[in-house]
């Protein structure tokens, strides 16, 4: 399975920006789907997940209510839509998938993982 995260860039403190990770898998809809940042300096940091129909998502408490995890199973695509944007969420965001039915979302082991995107957020 390939993940090619994209839709990083920069932009101002209080914007907006839709992260998307599209995978290469027609089994697409069996895995929940993750996202993850990393700055420099700081250890790799879990934001958000969906478990495979959508039904259930997770998120860390840094981006709750300004982040939200989204899926489109029939374009194989996982979205991450950031709002309110800090300088502090500056930062490489990577996708990473988890072969997994459940219905909701629990300590996720992820299997593959994205490239990464960056998003710089400007003061």
């Known amino acids: 399975v390939q993940l090619q995260a994209s839709g990083g860039g920069l932009v101002q403190a209080g914007g907006s920006l839709r992260l998307s990770c599209l995978a290469s898998?027609?089994?697409?809809?069996?895995?929940?789907m993750g996202w993850f940042r990393q700055a420099p300096g700081k250890e790799r940091e879990h934001l958000a997940a969906i478990s495979f129909n959508g039904g259930s998502t997770w998120y860390a408490d840094s981006v709750k209510g300004r982040f939200t995890i989204s899926r489109d199973n029939a374009k194989k695509t996982a979205y991450l839509q950031m709002d309110s944007l800090k300088p502090e969420d500056t930062a490489v965001y990577y996708c990473?998938?988890?072969?997994?039915?459940?219905?909701?979302?629990?300590?996720?082991?992820?299997?593959?993982w994205g490239q990464g995107t960056l998003v710089t957020v400007s003061s």
């Open positions: 898998t027609r089994t697409f809809s069996r895995y929940l």
């Open positions: 990473a998938a988890d072969w997994s039915l459940d219905e909701e979302v629990v300590a996720p082991v992820y299997d593959y």
